[in-house]
């Protein structure tokens, strides 16, 4: 009769008799070197200090690291794993190839307010337009293009005076005071 046996991290295998011992190792030098002559293609093995599976793809280099795939977790999937870094509202990041978040990089989902507290820098391109600020979808309320030009975008209406607001309408320059 057939039974489940268990390795961690939810994984089973569906098992008649004993495990094979090949399935599960105590670390990297005992899945490349302990079982001389019967590695196979495809041969899954749990590494139990790191709980990682690997799978062999090339049998006869199989003391090799480059003869193994790390398939959980999934190396480079982008899909993570583990409990989130920061607090909320911090937007995770690469940091040295671990998670990182900061305070000052944060977006609140309900307010759509993305926050950059410290140096912001955009580096241009040969598109004619570098940085864009919009005010509703089509409108360039304001922007720089490739040559470092500041624009700002022509709203069709008197603004109100605002101390420090500098805006553009119809042809008229406003500088508030």
């Known amino acids: 009769m057939?039974?489940?046996?268990?390795i961690p991290n939810g994984f089973y295998v569906n098992s008649a008799g004993a495990v094979d011992a090949r399935f599960s190792v105590a670390d990297s030098a005992s899945r490349k070197t302990s079982f001389t002559g019967v590695?196979?293609?495809?041969?899954?093995?749990?590494?139990?200090d790191t709980q990682e599976i690997y799978v062999c793809i090339d049998e006869n280099n199989a003391n090799l690291d480059s003869s193994w795939k790390l398939v959980y977790p999934a190396s480079g999937s982008g899909t993570g794993s583990?409990?989130?870094?920061?607090?909320?509202?911090?937007?995770?990041?690469?940091?040295n190839g671990n998670f990182g978040a900061s305070p000052r990089l944060t977006f609140g989902e309900s307010t759509g307010l993305l926050r950059v507290s410290g140096s912001f820098?955009?580096?241009?391109?040969?598109?004619?337009d570098s940085f864009i600020i919009k005010?509703?979808?089509?409108?360039?309320?304001?922007?720089?293009?490739?040559?470092?030009?500041?624009?700002?975008?022509d709203f069709q209406y008197t603004p109100t005076a605002e101390n420090g607001g500098v805006?553009?309408?119809?042809?008229?320059?406003?500088?508030?005071?």
């Open 2 to 6: 057939s039974v489940f046996t268990t």
């Open 39 to 48: 590695y196979y293609d495809g041969l899954i093995v749990y590494q139990q």
């Open 82 to 95: 583990g409990e989130p870094t920061g607090s909320n509202t911090e937007i995770q990041f690469n940091d």
């Open 121 to 128: 820098e955009i580096t241009g391109s040969a598109a004619s």
């Open 135 to 153: 005010s509703g979808s089509n409108f360039n309320a304001f922007k720089v293009n490739n040559e470092g030009v500041s624009v700002l975008g």
């Open 167 to 177: 805006m553009y309408s119809s042809s008229n320059l406003y500088v508030g005071s």
